[in-house]
């Protein structure tokens, strides 16, 4: 029986120290007094060979019972104890519990995405796909595919940058920075992409990242993002061209504003134009937005030239279409009117909240 007064004495023991516990670190030196290794209770299981073989049943269940007790007291305790230091934690001296809280702040797309988005819901519900292409691409696509002359200003090493080290083996770049491989200037090198991928018609639009070696002005940033667009279909016509893009840009900026279509020269189009938006600040009377024109340039756009159709074998006197490019920093700033590009890229959340 001297074993059965140990466990009811070491059950005892352990609920004085337990009411005693001011801290976790106290409860755990109870533990380890009881139940650790060396503790009473596991010291006492470990002889439960030496009690008489009748008696072990009893006594090993008086043990269980008292080691389980034993446990759930140390458990209650620690809920205790933990309520008690956020009592403490709660009370006037240590937390001040009228002070707001602080608040979550949910991101939001940014504005640029949204507009791109838009611009792909336009395109969408006219039937056109949404295609990809890649970043980096080789002058093939980004140039000489697209028509540019090997003489085109825009090929050199002040208007492209070049991903280095990439001159054909054996030859070196001819001018210092320029190589086959670079950042798309451009997304109408997707043009090319999917017209050697699909078979006409084709109503598609691109919408990407492209990079100019350009100082950050109030115009210009040396990434943004452009809406490629590309019709191939028989008998399509400038008539296409400009009813397409009437609609896209009333749609963008509202029905009140007007459009014109500028002759313009871009090496993949002809006959090519520029398209203005009429000043959504002055509404076209002139101002200092809109340089005192009354207009703002949205995007470039033209007939594909014949020559492009050659480098993808698509036969010129049976399809014929047309071509659009995009900026949407521009659509943004000149849909809400903001005088500085840069405000899209500098992350300011009093500006950006407003979208
Ligand atoms: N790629 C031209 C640019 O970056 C924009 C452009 C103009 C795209 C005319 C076109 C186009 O597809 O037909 O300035």
């Excluded at 950042?183 to 050697?196: I, P």
């Excluded at 030239?305 to 049976?318: A, L």
Aim: charged residues 25%; negative net charge; proline residues 6%.
């Amino acid at each position: 029986m001297a074993m059965s007064d140990d466990l009811n004495a070491i059950q005892e023991q352990v609920d004085q120290m337990l009411k005693g516990a001011k801290s976790l670190e106290d409860l755990e030196r109870v533990r380890v007094q009881a139940l650790g290794k060396k503790g009473s209770i596991t010291t006492i299981m470990h002889m439960m060979g030496k009690v008489p073989p009748e008696e072990r049943p009893t006594m090993g269940k008086l043990a269980n019972t008292v080691r389980a007790n034993v446990q759930a007291a140390i458990e209650q305790r620690k809920v205790q104890l933990a309520r008690e230091a956020m009592e403490r934690r709660f009370s006037a001296e240590e937390a001040d519990v009228t002070l707001p809280g602080r608040r979550l702040s949910p991101g939001t797309q940014h504005l640029v995405n949204q507009i791109r988005e838009e611009i792909e819901d336009i395109f969408c519900g006219l039937g056109y796909t949404v295609e990809d292409g890649p970043f980096v691409e080789t002058t093939y696509y980004n140039f000489t595919a697209l028509n540019a002359p090997e003489d085109h200003p825009s090929r050199s090493a002040k208007d492209t940058f070049y991903v280095e080290d990439n001159a054909p083996e054996g030859k070196e770049a001819h001018v210092l920075g320029e190589s086959d491989v670079l950042l798309r200037t451009q997304t109408s090198g997707v043009q090319v992409h999917v017209m050697e991928e699909k078979k006409p018609p084709i109503y598609m639009i691109c919408p990407g990242t492209v990079f100019r070696p350009d100082t950050p002005d109030a115009n210009h940033l040396p990434q943004f993002t452009q809406v490629e667009g590309l019709v191939v279909d028989e008998g399509i016509t400038f008539g296409d061209l400009k009813g397409t893009l009437d609609y896209f840009t009333r749609e963008i900026f509202g029905k009140d504003r007007a459009t014109r279509y500028r002759p313009h020269f871009f090496p993949f189009t002809e006959p090519s134009c520029e398209v203005d938006v009429s000043c959504g600040v002055c509404h076209g009377e002139g101002c200092r937005f809109c340089k005192g024109t009354g207009w703002l340039e949205i995007l470039g756009c033209g007939m594909v030239d014949p020559n492009v159709f050659g480098y993808v074998g698509i036969d010129p006197e049976k399809y014929s279409g047309f071509a659009f490019g995009i900026g949407v920093e521009r659509v943004a700033a000149l849909r809400y009117d903001l005088p500085d590009l840069r405000m899209l890229m500098t992350g300011d959340m009093r500006f950006l909240r407003q979208f």
